[in-house]
Each structure stands twice: as C-alpha cells, then as structure tokens.
C-alpha cells in the first residue's frame, strides 16, 4: 500500500484512555486506519492492546476520547450495534458456537442479513426457503474461500484447532463486515498455518475489500503482513508507521523485539 490517504479513514481512535480502578491501562492513545489497511497493533503483555481491541468493539468504554467508525462516533454503543454496522471481530480464545456444525456457525453469523421476521420463518413461504438457501450458499461460499468447505457438516468440537480458526473467520465475514478485528490470529498455529493465515488475510483484503485491525504477538507474522504496525508500551504508543520504519526504531529494538526478534 503506498501513501496513507487521511479521506479514506475508515477507522479512528482519538486520545482514548481507560482507567481500571486505580489503574491507567491506556493513556490517550490515537491513531487511523485507512480503508483497505492491514493495520497491527503491537506490544508485550500488559500493553493494552486487548484493552484497545475492547475499546474499538465496543466491549469497554473509555474514561476519555471517542472511536469513530465511517465518521460517525461507535464508543459507548453495544458491541452488536457496532457489529450491524459493519464491524466483525474474531476472539483470542475461540468463541464458536459448541455442539454446531461449521456451517451452522457461518449461518449463525450471517443471520442479520435474512430478509425475514420470526413469524414469517414459521410458516411456509417460498420466499424464506429461497432466502434460506441463499444464506446456505453464501456460508459455504465463505468456508470454501478459506479452504475449509470439506468441514461444513462437521461439529466444530472435533476440527483442528487452525480450521476452527478458519470458520470463527468465516462467522464474522458472513456478517458483511467493512472492518474486521483480529486478536491474535496466528496463535496456536504451525509455521505451515501460519503461512496460509498471511495469505488469507491478504486475500480478506484484496479479494473482499474488508481492512483489517490486527492484535498479534507473532512479530514475523506482523511484519510480513501488515501495511502500518502501532506499538504500545504501558498504555501508550511507543511507535507508529511501516514495517521497516518501526523495525528500525530503536526504542522499539530495546524494548520489545530485539536484534533478532524481527
């Protein structure tokens, strides 16, 4: 991605900090995303950068400062008003709906977007089943996007741990996000999954136009694949810019990557 382009923001936090009890977790942090961004957030345990994740979607509120999402201010709205509005977010630890199928999870996500109301889905009508296999396409669809479709009918209890990664994606891109969150994607995975994890997430970008906010721990993953990284260090950025801008940073060398951590 070349120059940022301060009109295509699609993602701003603003001089946002939070307080638990007596303590400042974040400390009026600020940055943009640009739309069509793969955009990192980095640091050691304790930064804040769950803290931050939290705040964007919804879940915490902040002491000071405001999110804007499309322009329009999202901090202090229930993380399912935020997500209708076309904000997805993926867990650290997975949160996929227990004793369901990988398509029914997908299917769950999609929900939203049915045309339909609860008594209308009671009776027979032509028009639900269509919608309803609509919906069924477009969740296998998403599934064979990440090379997953051949789990569709399996409970998600008993698939790998990356391909139950891989449907918790898929969930949240059947609800037609503009933005989606990633916390700590490639945890847990191989070197191998790890490899297939960049490609995706390039291709969640380049294919369905959706930018993406990462929260990651895998600094070779961070720095191969996003366009800007945001480092914090005690609730506050340390560092902002490319990868080999915030590479070279000594300040972010000392504290947080080393010589060969990059």
Known sequence: M??????????SVDNVSVDFGGLRALNRCSFEVSKGEIYSIIGPNGAGKSTLFNVVSGIHRPAEGRVLFRGRRVDGLRPSRISRMGMARSFQNLELFSGMTALENVLAGGHRHLGYG??????????????????????????AFLGVEGYANS????????????????????????????????????????????????RIRDERGVTLLLVEHNMRFVMGLSDRVCVLSFGRILAEGGPERVRADPAVVEAYLGETAC
Do not use: C, S, W
């Open 2 to 11: 070349g120059a940022r382009d301060t009109d295509r923001t699609i993602l």
């Open 118 to 143: 609860f008594f209308r889905g009671l009776v027979f009508d032509p028009g639900v089943r269509r919608e309803e296999r609509r919906a069924r396409e477009e969740a296998r669809g998403l599934l």
């Open 155 to 202: 409970p998600v209890d008993d698939l790998p741990y990356g391909v139950q990664k891989k449907v918790e994606i898929a969930r949240a891109l059947a609800t037609g996000p503009g933005v989606l969150l990633l916390d700590e994607p490639a945890a847990g995975l191989n070197d191998r999954e790890t490899g297939e994890l960049m490609d995706t997430i390039h």
